[in-house]
Every structure is written in C-alpha cells, then in structure tokens.
C-alpha cells in the first residue's frame, strides 16, 4: 500500500514550503526517521523525515517547488508497486489542497541550522560545511564573497587564500575596484526571486497594517540619567564578570515594567474569536535585523528578569538569529514588540503592528541636544519613543497612560533595578 | 669583524666578562687543565689560575650545586656541562632550587649564573647522549633559555647571560664548535636577550628555526628560492622569554609557519609555538601550522637511522610546500 509524503506544517505561519534539496532517491531504501529533503519555509530551512519504512518509490515534487501544506511531496511503498491510481485518487480527492487532516500527515519535521538553498552541485563539501581556512574566511567577509560559490584548491576541498584572490581577479567589482560605469546597453535589472522570509513579512504586515488602525504616539525621553546609570552599572559588570548592558536591554525592562502595571496595553485582538486577549505575563519580542530580512526573537517573562539577564538573553538570541539558529518557538507568542534604529542614526521612526500584538515601540537614537531648564538653555541628552497601538484594542489614553509612565520609568531608571 | 670558530666566539664572551668582574668564575668537568672537552676554555686556566678556571669531579649534582651556592653568596659562576645530556643528574639544583630559589625566598637570593654546554644530536652517539633538551627547561617559569646557532650571537647572548641576574640554561652545539663566522668587533658587544633574529626576509612563508635546526631552515628557504619563493627565516635565539612580537608579524605576512625543532615532538617547544601562532592570529592563518622535529623515539645509533631521526633540510622543504599548497 503506497504512503503519501505531504508538505508538512513546519510553523505556525507556514501557508506553504519550497522543496530545497532532496536527500534520498528514487528507489532507495528508507526508515522511518530518515531525513528525506530539506524544506524552506517562512523562518527556517528544514529536515523532513518520513514516518514510515519503504522504498521511495517517486519524487512527486522537483528541487526549487513550492507546495501548499498537504501539497504531495512523494511517495513511498514497496519495490515495484503500481502507483498510478494512488495518484489519482490523490489528485482526485482534493488533498492537494492546503490544510491537511492530522492523520494524512507522514512527516515529521526537525529543525536545521542549514542557511541557504544551493543545489546540490553547488557544494563544494561532501557534509554541506564550506572548508576554508581561517584567512580565507575573513578576506571573504572582508571582500563580501559567499564561501559556497567558490571551489577550494586545497586538501578536500579547503578553500584558501590564492582561491579568494582568484576570484577577486575573476570578478574586478569586487573589493577596492571601482564599479563599471553602466551603458545604455547593459542597463537593467536583476530578478530576485522573493524568499519565503520575505513573503512573510510582507503577507503579515500588510495584513496588519491595513486590518489594525494605526495611531501613533510620541515622548520625548530625558536619558541624562539613564546614560550615567548605564555607565554606572556597566563599570560595575565589567570589574565582576566582563558583561555590558546597553540602554537598549534598559528600555525593554521598562517596557516589561510599564506593561505590568498597564494590562490593558499587554493584549491581542482577537476579531475572529470576538475576545481581547489580556495576558498576565510579557513576552517582549525585539526585531533584530538579519542579512535578508528580520526576525523577532521573544524574551519570556521579561517582567520578571533582571537587566542583565535581559542583556545575555538578548545578546544569544541576537547571534543565533544572524546565524539562522534560531528554532521556530524562540520567534513566536509576544505580547509586545520592540524596534530599535537608533544605532543608525534615526531619530524617530512609526513601526508596524507584529500581529498578534496590539503594540509597537519604535526606539529612535539618543542624542545630545539644548534644552531648556529654569528658563536657561544647557546641553541634554534625549531619545525619541513612538508607540504604534491598534486602535481596535487600544485607545489614545490608554496608552498615552503607558507611555507617560515608560517615560517616568526611563527618567528614573533606578526603578528598574528594584 | 673577525671570523671566529664558535668555540672562540664563546671563549671570547667568557674572557671580556671575566677581565671585566673578578666575581665571574668558570667550573666544569675537564675545563681548567686539559683546557675544555671542546677546547672552549684553551687558555683559561693559565690567564686566570685554577681559582677562577676550575675542574670539577664527575659529578653534576654537586658540581651545579656548588655554583648556585655560590651565586647566592654573590659570586656569577658559569657552569659548563660537558654535554647536556649529563645535566640531568643535576636536574633537582637546576629545577628546584635555581628556578624557584627566587620567588620562594620572596626575592632574598637571586642566582646570577650560567649553565652552559653542548646540546642535542652529535652524530652516533646514541640515546642518551642526543637530547635536545629546550622543550624541558623552557617550561620552567624561573629559567631563561637561549639557544645559539653561529659565533656572532654566541659573543653577544652569552655576555647578557653572564651580566643577567637570574639563571640562564645557554645551549651550544658539538657540532658546531668548529663552525667559522663573523663575529663584531664592536667594544663590548651584547644581543640582548628576548630578541629574535629576521635572518632573511621573504613573503611565501615562515620558518623558524633555532641552534641547528637554524641551518636546516635556511637550507630549506634556498630550495624554495630555486623554486621561486622566497622563505621569511627566523631564529628566535631566546627561547625563554620568547620574541612573539617577531614571529606573528612574520606569519601576518606570510599566512604560514613552518617549526624546526630538534627535540622530541610531543609537549615540546615546537607545540608551544603553534598554539601561541593559531591563538595569536588564527585569522591571517591559510593553512594549519606544520612542524619537523625528531621522530617521537629515544636517538637511534645506526648512522642511516640518525639521519632519518633528525630534521633534514628536505623534511623542512617538504613541510613548506605542503603549508604553501604547492603538491
């Protein structure tokens, strides 16, 4: 009796997979367990493993395809059995289609730190790790040449250094050359197909940015004696245990801080369930920029966690996001989210709603100004904070009420390490 | 500059210092009347009498011994061990209580000395009598360790051994006594000690090498330059305190080090060197840093198995074209 190997639901955002890389063949062997392709979803690339023994009797789907979840990947059975009619009834019987039952499910799913989708061919090492030594890695950062593009001359396959400078030879736009001054005739553009990630984004974000009413709201924060605090607290860390903690890791504990004694502001609309959703814990998600797009890793209970503990968390969860380590759980169930482009230079910025959040806090730089005190001008230190609420859970007091105690919060940052 | 023997270069240290301070003393086996195994110390014992050019018994223990007593009280002794391989029955003087004397007496006594003689293979001289013995000594904090390779850093290394103010391990070669060189002629020429030697630069990969492992080197770069690559050479001549500044500059440049070290492999100075290189620029690192030493295995005595036990200037060419991918 031939099985069906479907595209399996690897996340909860995932409304369809590209079929990276297969591992197997048709006609070898397979346990149940066995890794069988990889999978690229909206967070990560994947392992699929079948559920079942068998021999794999037909890729149904190609390398580069995507497939709705349910969409037929395979199919397994014993050597030499007839399976066209099992297509049929397959094809006929709808289940092509997105949203399979619990049962048709034949795979189960494994994370994988694996980054990018290359065809087979295109790796230079037999594991799927790029060998290269450790000065060829950093002239390839330093000239921004993708390690598993190019072929090693060295000992299996090592890449090295006369590999990187022939392929700057090879490619003079690369490094210090100037670029080639573009003619008419070779005006154009590049087509990049859109990854999964980038669907995603932008698939939740319109459907935020149109369904939630947005209003923003703006403080303008006194950072004076947060910066000498920070100072403080950091000189402190670094003579006990040579940590550091930025005002960012600050200002998610206020967060944390304001969100505890403003619920009303820690919530999720829930049209279709017709309820507000009112948590009594904050999960703070903080967007954190990656090389083709962003991630929101969640720090748990951040209303119970010292600034420290913030900083460390962040810090790993930061690393291993850039490293696409980061498992699917570690990125889901916020209760309010943070955005930070201070660090570029933006004063202040309006940020998107992070569906199911009703709240967004966008971080702007901190900067040295004139302000007036006593009816004198002196020099101050100020940090512009733009909360984005979804009116159809939030109004204006309610969090304008959050924001004035953020700012008080901030102002006073001794409260935050009580 | 004079063309001096190696011998006469260590001799002529040993004069300069001893005209200069009447506290500097010499003592060793065969040293005084039959004027030195090697004929270092011909003529000493006429020019200073056979209180200050002293034989010993055949006795190390007692002999070493005897000298750090002295220096506590004071006086700057140059030991001479006959070979190298002797000094062991003298290890506990020189380990325990040159080495440590200082820092356990929380700077009292300090030990103005100098133990110096013939160090590693001789030819057929089997086991016990071909040591290396740097890797040994140099991991002792307490002890600075130098290792000569020509007559000219032989003047100037042992005259800042015998003016240093702690026990300096100097490591000679019988092979090399004979061997001719320039040596400067300037007044009172010193090398200060913890300085390496950039003996002849180049940018296709370093190699370090030190006493006769020194010459393997240099041979090995002379192959590659037939090649057409020219080898950076270094002789670190200190191997305690050891010049890094000099070593990862090189291998900055080059991305490759080759060691040549006569003691046996493992735990030994060619292992301490590669662990600072990889720790110390791991990023400018194009290929693992490779090593020849003496096979793992006590000296053989058989004259073809001896040369396959020591370094040779084709096993360093080899390990070069290996670290620079050409084979």
């Not at chain 2, 006469?8 to 301070?21: G, P, S, T, W």
């Not at chain 2, 009280?73 to 140059?78: I, Q, S, W």
């Amino acid at each position: 009796m031939p099985i069906a190997i479907e595209m399996p639901k690897m996340t909860d955002t995932m409304e369809e997979g590209v079929l990276v890389e297969w591992s197997v063949e048709e006609g070898d062997s397979i346990a149940a367990g066995d890794v069988i392709a990889q999978v690229e979803t909206d967070k990560a690339t994947m392992d699929v493993e079948a559920y079942d023994d068998g021999v794999l009797l037909k890729k149904v789907a190609n390398a580069g395809d995507a497939l709705p979840i349910g969409g037929l990947i395979a199919i397994i059975g014993d050597a030499g059995e007839d399976i066209t009619d099992f297509i049929e009834d397959f094809k006929s019987n709808g289940t092509m289609s997105p949203a399979p039952s619990e049962s048709s499910s034949e795979v189960s799913v494994k994370s994988s730190p694996d980054q990018t989708p290359t065809l087979p061919e295109d790796e230079p090492s037999s594991h799927g790790r790029t060998k290269a030594s450790p000065l060829a890695r950093r002239m390839a950062t330093e000239f921004g040449l993708k390690l598993n593009h190019l072929t090693g001359s060295g000992p299996s396959g090592r890449i090295i250094k006369r590999d990187i400078e022939a392929e700057i030879e090879r490619t003079p736009q690369i490094g210090h050359a100037p670029l080639p001054v573009p003619t008419s005739a070779d005006r154009g553009h590049e087509r990049v197909r859109i990854s999964q990630m980038r669907k995603t984004i932008a698939r939740r974000l319109a459907e935020s940015k149109f369904t939630s009413p947005h209003f923003y709201l703006n403080v303008d924060v006194d950072v004076v004696a947060l910066d000498m605090q920070r100072r403080g607290v950091n000189q402190y860390l670094e003579k006990t245990n040579g940590l550091k903690v930025s005002f960012n890791d600050f200002i998610t504990k206020a967060c944390a801080s304001a969100l505890v004694m403003h619920p009303d502001v820690n919530v999720t609309y829930a049209s279709q369930e017709g309820e507000i959703h009112k948590y009594n814990y904050v999960d703070v998600g903080i967007a954190v920029a990656i090389d083709d797009g962003l991630v929101t890793p969640v720090i748990r209970d951040a209303h119970l966690k010292s600034v420290v503990m913030i900083s460390q968390e962040v810090q790993s969860l930061a690393s291993r996001a850039r490293d696409k380590q980061l498992d699917v759980s570690e990125m889901e169930g916020s209760t309010f989210t943070t955005s930070n482009l201070g660090m570029f230079g933006i004063e202040s910025f309006t940020a998107i709603i992070n569906p199911p959040n009703a709240c967004i806090l966008a971080i702007g730089a901190i900067r040295d100004t004139p302000v007036v005190e006593d009816g004198k001008i002196v020099p101050g230190k100020r940090m512009k904070l733009t909360l984005s609420c979804d009116h159809r859970a939030v109004d204006g007091a309610v969090g304008a009420r959050f924001m004035s105690t953020l700012k008080d919060l901030l102002e006073n940052p001794a409260s935050l390490l009580l | 500059m004079a063309e001096l023997q190696l011998r006469e270069a260590i001799r002529a240290a040993l004069v300069e210092e001893m005209d200069r301070d009447e506290d500097i003393f010499l003592m060793g086996e065969e040293v005084a009347e039959y004027n030195g195994a090697y004929k270092v110390s011909e003529g000493m014992c006429d020019r200073y009498g056979d209180r200050r050019v002293i034989d010993t018994p055949i006795s190390e223990c007692g002999f070493a011994g005897l000298g750090l007593g002295a220096a506590m009280d004071g006086l700057r002794p140059v030991i001479e061990f006959m070979t190298w391989n002797f000094a062991f029955v003298a290890f506990d003087q020189i380990i325990n209580n040159a080495a440590k004397i200082r820092y356990m007496s929380g700077g009292q006594f300090s030990f103005p000395i100098v133990f110096r003689g013939p160090n590693g293979a001789a030819g057929q001289l089997a086991a016990t009598h071909n040591t290396s013995v740097e890797s040994i000594y140099s991991c002792f904090p307490g002890l600075k360790v130098i290792s000569i390779s020509n007559p000219d850093d032989a003047k100037g290394l042992l005259k800042s051994a015998i003016r240093d103010n702690d026990p300096v391990v100097f490591l000679e070669s019988e092979f090399m006594y004979g061997m001719r060189g320039e040596v400067s002629d300037a007044d009172d020429y010193i090398i200060p000690i913890g300085k390496a030697r950039i003996a002849r630069e180049g940018d296709a990969v370093t190699i370090i090498g030190h006493n006769k492992s020194y010459w393997r080197a240099m041979e090995a770069a002379e192959m590659l330059t037939s090649d057409g690559y020219e080898a950076e050479v270094i002789d670190p001549r200190t191997i305690r305190p050891f010049d890094w500044d000099t070593v990862i500059t090189s291998v900055k440049k080059t991305n490759r080090c080759v060691i040549v070290d006569e003691s046996n492999p493992f735990a030994s100075l060619s292992s301490e060197i590669a662990f600072q290189i990889q720790s110390r620029s791991f990023d400018d690192l194009d290929a693992p840093v490779q090593r020849v030493t003496s096979k793992d295995t006590p000296a053989p005595y058989a004259k073809n198995l001896v040369e396959y036990y020591l370094p040779s200037a084709e096993d360093v060419y080899r390990a070069c074209r290996e670290v620079m991918y050409l084979d």
